[in-house]
């Protein structure tokens, strides 16, 4: 049977492209400082290729019936900013204190078990916001943006889902909720190890992500 790549498992795939063609234009810029934080990057997302495949195809069948569960998850990597070799960034506001992913977790989790996914997107919405203004923390943001996207979408797909006499995927996209929450503490070790070539203008991480826009707008 062929491999059939869904839309989790193509963002990965061309992120991991993208992270490729820029590995080697980092390392040229930092002397090789950046090189840890690509491999790193491109490893992780490799390794969540067979998970994003698993998803994939439990997500296949709304997507038969006209449900876009991952279809409008998932933006694409092409609306990454484009490479400059130079481009200051300004760092944290003198006021905004370094995120602590674990208890960023812990909020978005109590906020599900209160609200479901609508509580969960009130939380993830109001984290989002406090990274605003902020040119740091670049992976945790895209994580979170991602799982606020997440949530807004998840309360229509179930009512359709229901409407069309399908099983609720309340389940399989709480579990990718989870999933993007587990990923928060590797995301912040990664933008960390970044600030030092943020500081030299180098902006790896910084315009390698695309911005995920609310479901709203």
């Known amino acids: 049977m062929a491999h059939v790549v869904g839309p989790f498992e193509r963002h990965l795939r061309d992120a991991i492209a993208l992270n490729r063609e820029r590995a080697s234009l ?8 950046s090189a840890p934080i690509s491999r790193t990057l491109i490893a992780a997302e490799r390794f969540l290729l067979p998970v994003a495949h698993w998803f994939d195809g439990r997500a296949a069948p709304y997507h038969k019936e006209g449900i876009p569960l991952l279809e409008s998850l998932f933006v694409p990597m092409s609306g990454a900013p484009p490479f400059v070799p130079a481009r200051p960034l300004a760092g944290r506001r003198g006021d905004q204190p370094a ?4 208890a960023i977790g812990r909020r978005i989790r109590a906020a599900y078990d209160a ?15 406090a990274l605003a203004g902020s040119e740091s923390d670049f992976l945790l943001r895209h994580l979170l943006e991602s799982a606020r996207r997440l949530a807004q979408l998840a309360p229509g797909h179930i009512a359709l889902a229901r409407e069309r006499g399908l099983r609720s995927p309340a389940p399989l996209l709480a579990r990718l909720l989870r999933l993007h929450l587990w990923g928060l503490a590797p995301a912040h070790v990664l933008d960390e190890r970044a600030h030092p070539l943020h500081a030299r203008g180098i902006a790896i991480l910084a315009q390698d992500l695309p911005v995920i826009p609310p479901a709203h707008d």
């Open 26 to 33: 980092y390392a040229a810029l930092s002397k090789g400082a």
């Open 99 to 102: 995120p602590r992913p674990g």
């Open 115 to 129: 609200g479901s996914f609508a509580g969960a997107a009130r939380a993830l919405e109001g984290e989002v916001d």
